[in-house]
């Protein structure tokens, strides 16, 4: 009797191992629509988190350099501000005006690289959702789905058809962090892709 029970739960053990061998472990839901964060996409993947710590980077540097100027000038004003009592209007006056331009022109400077760094975010963020379009095309292949859309924007939905987590977990896998290393070319990667080439019907 024992040795019969014995067979039993090993039978019944190997019927539930060939079931759940059977089932895939992420299986996309069957969906003529389906919904993605992009948002998400790009600040817990992999690739995303490399490109705003790059822009952090920048951000910082550029902070720091505007510290180190507003200093520098601070203590130019204090000299020229101690100069006025010693020096004729006309010459005070030119030099005062001197330093203005000089404040004008290195503010504008930095404005400028204020506003390429913000182009630059812009500029990372489409990028990336270039190098993840192949990722997102294959989600909606294997769902049968004919639109992807920006949950976001959707007033109403199911979380099945959100393949938002599915989505960074095969970018993680295909990207990396979109460097050079990760992605075994020459150069980081964070231009279009290459579209994938036509199926031949002949």
């Known amino acids: 009797m024992t040795r019969l029970k014995s067979f ?20 996309v839901v069957k969906s003529p ?35 180190q100027i507003e200093a520098a000038l601070t203590a130019e004003e204090k000299s020229l501000t101690e100069q006025r009592a010693n020096l004729p209007t006309a010459e005070f006056r ?10 004008q022109s290195i503010r504008q400077e930095q404005d400028a690289k204020g506003r390429a760094l913000a182009a630059r975010t812009e500029d990372v963020r489409r990028d990336f959702l270039e190098a993840a379009q192949p990722v997102l095309g294959e989600l909606m292949r294997e769902a049968g789905a004919a639109v992807l859309i920006e949950r976001r924007n959707v007033f109403l939905s199911a979380d099945a058809i959100d393949v938002t987590d599915e989505a960074i977990e095969r970018i993680n896998v295909r990207l990396g962090t979109g460097a050079a290393e990760d992605t075994g070319t020459d150069e980081p990667q964070t231009g279009t892709p290459e579209p994938d080439a036509e199926p031949d019907d002949r």
């Open 8 to 27: 039993k739960a090993a039978a019944l053990a190997a019927a539930f191992g060939v079931l759940a061998a059977a089932v895939p472990a992420q299986e």
């Open 94 to 103: 030119k030099l005062a005006d001197a330093f203005d331009e000089k404040v």
């Open 33 to 67: 629509i389906l919904t993605v964060e992009a948002d998400r996409l790009f600040n817990e993947s992999l690739y995303g988190q490399r490109l705003t710590e790059e822009i952090e980077a920048a951000g910082s540097e550029i902070s720091a350099e505007n510290r």
